[in-house]
């Protein structure tokens, strides 16, 4: 018999976006002329800016040339853009990070889901919950989280850091010590934050205990308050901590372009091994680098222009953010996010988020995301993002506001 | 102190190509006029062709325009693209493969890497000798090859399967039962190839045994001869024990566009475990989709016109193949491979591969590959490919033959 990962079996149902793709999908056949507003995944809808599309256009002629073709990648990304982005994600921000300490890859998903490869079997992961879901299946496929209990929705060799209304969102100080810290900032999906203080007593811990910071800051784009950190190294001691997962697809519109980029400082260390490359020689083993074309779109995303375009692209979805929060915050829901983040989270109140999921799709063909699907302290709460059009944003939230009539 | 995967440690040296790029780099600044003709690394030089240079332009277009932009795209490759492999690579040969059974991805590198993630911890592998160095090195990194032996240059749970002149380069069935087979056919970096009889011994052999296949199909465009399979599931019983990974990087230029696909047919099972689900599970949890752009390029390979093209290029890269192939022969080489594959693959004589290697950079100024970077039994080999241009080639081939005069 062919002998299997039997960790993969230990994984619960399907992946929460294709459960809810399939709900959807089967509401709509059963009622064709529902005018289905889906303010549910974190995908983005604006075209990729002009300059973006003029610098693929020119990266594909370049390819389509023998004289300026280019074949396989270096691994960790072309100096151009991993200069580019230490220059101006982090050297311009004051932060000491250097462009070999850039790993250029096709997205931030690919590298949240196998930077666990380079810690222990029986290394203990902590996570906020509610959370993204790939750090927890990520570890359950590697053998990490020990059994899952379906009636809490538990793991029960992972160390959960609830985030709710309670604590403010901010989570506390675990009992036991993790090895590895996964920390989403602005956090998806509840859209709140850690302000550079509140980041700083967990530099100081995971310092002070050996663990390592998995830091996905994902949607730092979307940060307007001054003291929310937009990269972990703003913060004292991280170098030595944390490893950061960027990405393309929110500031940038790339969700179906791919690109995204991992920082491994060089001072992050076990003994002598540096887990810097360590990170190297996963992407010199396991990956061909990012593709060319991909890399001259990143590049452009830096140029003034490309600045400024993406710059509107956020500023359009946080309006669209705001309007969801203004809206259901005046129909008297309770809820956080839209300052910092494009994702609203709301409480359901005596409804599960299933119940409530049901109740928004059959009342006012709107389309969300279960907070329950994010872990069990998600339970209760809800999901709605800025990624719509403005147009069905102000419509959805009329609709949503009429509910509570 | 952090936990880390120690079995990175064990990993000797740098990779293969790192290694050659530094020695060739020094060469070159200690010899600035000498000019080095590269058949060394499996990397492609036509450009990219031009009806799928107008593919990308269009995916481009669509991509800046909100009624045609693509975000995410679905996990496991579009639509469009799963559906023209099954029909192209696999009905039109008679083989019963669907587009549900097909998983695009960035590349067979990813693919072959990931692939052993599916496997237990104990399970065992096999690996025909010399290899591609990704197989046993991704399985390093997982703890399944024990112990190195620096002086032999092997992994104590490693089952070795040498192909070598005494041979054929044909690997006979081992005496200890392996899990997981690593077939790649034609063969990288011999050249050298399995026909399909000797293809049904090993999937006799799998499927009597409870072990998988994992068939590395990514020069299959070079096979010229008619009783070399094109794909695995030519071979009666593979689709209840082999996987199969094709790349577009070599028949198509793709090295720097990225884009490949696996195979896992419905019928791979685990008594109830479905390696399908398994690896769908996988795609949907660490992978976010290969981008649109990328899989409208490889749409435009079956096209008629791209079709064309690219066998245009085969049959460019395959005439130098054939140069080197009938020159180093002309010269007295032993050689093999050339006929299916851009690879030849030549004994060194009494030299080591890597003193050829140093001779042929000092006195020919042409870079290859030594054969023991593959593999104990690539010692006394050295690889050579037809990926440059035909007049390097030429020339490359002259100074060669000069060696032995």
């Known amino acids: ?15 929460l976006f294709s459960t809810i793709a399939k709900k959807v ?12 507003i889906r303010l549910g995944i974190g995908d983005v809808t604006l075209p990729i800016a002009p300059s973006i599309v003029k610098a693929l256009h020119e990266a594909v002629d370049e390819m389509g040339q023998a004289s300026t073709f280019h074949g396989y990648a270096p691994d960790l990304g072309y100096d ?6 230490a220059k101006a994600d ?6 000491q990070i250097e462009a070999d300490e850039i790993f250029v890859s096709d997205g931030a998903k690919s590298d949240c889901g196998n930077i666990q490869e380079l810690f222990a079997e029986d290394a203990r992961i902590a996570v906020c919950d509610p959370v993204y879901p790939v750090y927890v299946d990520s ?21 959960y850091l609830p985030c709710t209304m309670e604590n403010g969102f901010v989570p506390a100080l675990p009992d036991q010590v993790p090895d590895m810290i996964y920390l989403c900032n602005p956090c998806n999906p509840t859209g709140t934050t850690l302000t550079k203080d509140e980041l700083k007593v967990w530099v100081d811990y995971a310092n002070a205990n050996g663990a390592v910071i998995l830091y996905d800051a994902a949607y730092e784009a979307y940060i ?34 791919r690109l995204g980029f991992t920082v491994v400082p060089k001072d992050l260390k076990s003994g002598e091994a540096s887990l810097h490359d360590m990170w190297a020689r996963r992407h010199g083993t396991k990956y061909n680098g990012a593709p060319y074309i991909q890399q001259k779109a990143g590049l452009a995303v830096y140029s003034e222009e490309g600045r400024r375009e993406v710059k509107e692209q956020v500023a359009y979805y946080m309006r669209n953010a705001r309007t969801i929060y203004d809206g259901l915050k005046e129909a008297g829901y309770d809820v956080v996010g839209g300052v910092n983040s494009p994702y609203v989270w ?28 994010f872990g069990p302290s998600g339970e209760h709460y809800f999901r709605l993002t800025g990624f719509g059009t403005y147009e069905n944003t102000v419509k959805a939230v009329e609709r949503i506001k009429n509910l509570k009539k």
């Not at 002998?3 to 993969?8: F, H, L, R």
């Not at 999908?25 to 289905?36: G, V």
């Not at 982090?90 to 932060?95: A, D, I, K, L, S």
């Not at 570890?139 to 160390?159: E, K, L, P």
């Open 80 to 85: 151009f853009l991993r200069e580019a982005i």
């Open 224 to 257: 307007t308050e001054e003291e929310i950190p937009h990269t972990i190294y703003e913060v004292e001691g991280a170098r030595t901590c944390a490893i950061e997962f960027r990405s393309y697809s929110k500031n940038a519109g790339f969700t179906g372009v």
């Open 346 to 373: 709301l409480h359901t109140g005596e409804q599960t988020s299933w119940e409530f999921f049901d109740t928004l799709l059959d009342k006012a063909h709107v389309v969300g995301t279960p907070g329950s699907g």
């Open 1 to 15: 018999m062919i002998k299997i990962n039997e960790n993969y079996l230990k994984l619960p149902g399907s992946y």
């Open 90 to 95: 982090y050297q311009e921000r004051g932060c």
């Open 139 to 159: 570890n359950v496929m590697a053998g990490r989280t020990g059994q899952y209990d379906s009636v809490s929705g538990t793991w029960s060799n992972v160390i």
């Open 25 to 36: 999908k089967a509401y709509q056949e059963a009622h064709p002329d529902a005018d289905i």
